[in-house]
């Protein structure tokens, strides 16, 4: 399911790269990190049935404007929405990185894997 999920925002338009839990230094804007961030596990007492495991992804859009962070944010948000399995746990929040001077956007999903 992850795979699918990179793959769904890899598609969006002016998004140059996914990273994997952080963007390399000198990566070009706009570019989007995801991250796994906990999730409820195992939704099965018995832990033997197959198809139950809960995760959380955060997606955190970074650009040079806030306008463009913002509207990649909302494409990611409802491509990821047309997906089975995958729900917003939140909405999304504005982020500011100092070091690289861009402009983010940062939202968690869950999905059952």
Do not use: C
């Not at 963007?23 to 991250?35: G, I, N």
């Not at 909405?91 to 956007?105: H, I, P």
């Amino acid at each position: 399911m992850l795979k699918t999920i990179i793959e769904a925002i890899a598609a969006i338009p002016n998004v140059r790269a996914v990273y994997h839990d952080y963007a390399p230094e000198l990566s070009t804007p706009p570019y989007v990190v995801v991250q796994l961030v906990g999730g409820g596990g195992n939704q099965f007492i018995d832990t033997q049935t197959a198809g139950g495991y809960e995760r959380r992804l955060q997606v955190a859009v970074w650009a040079n404007e806030r306008a463009q962070a913002m509207q990649i944010s909302g494409q990611i948000e409802q491509k990821l929405l047309e997906l089975p399995r995958v729900a917003a746990d939140s909405a999304g929040t504005s982020d500011y990185d100092y070091e690289v001077n861009l402009r983010g956007m940062r939202q968690d999903f869950m999905f059952i894997s």
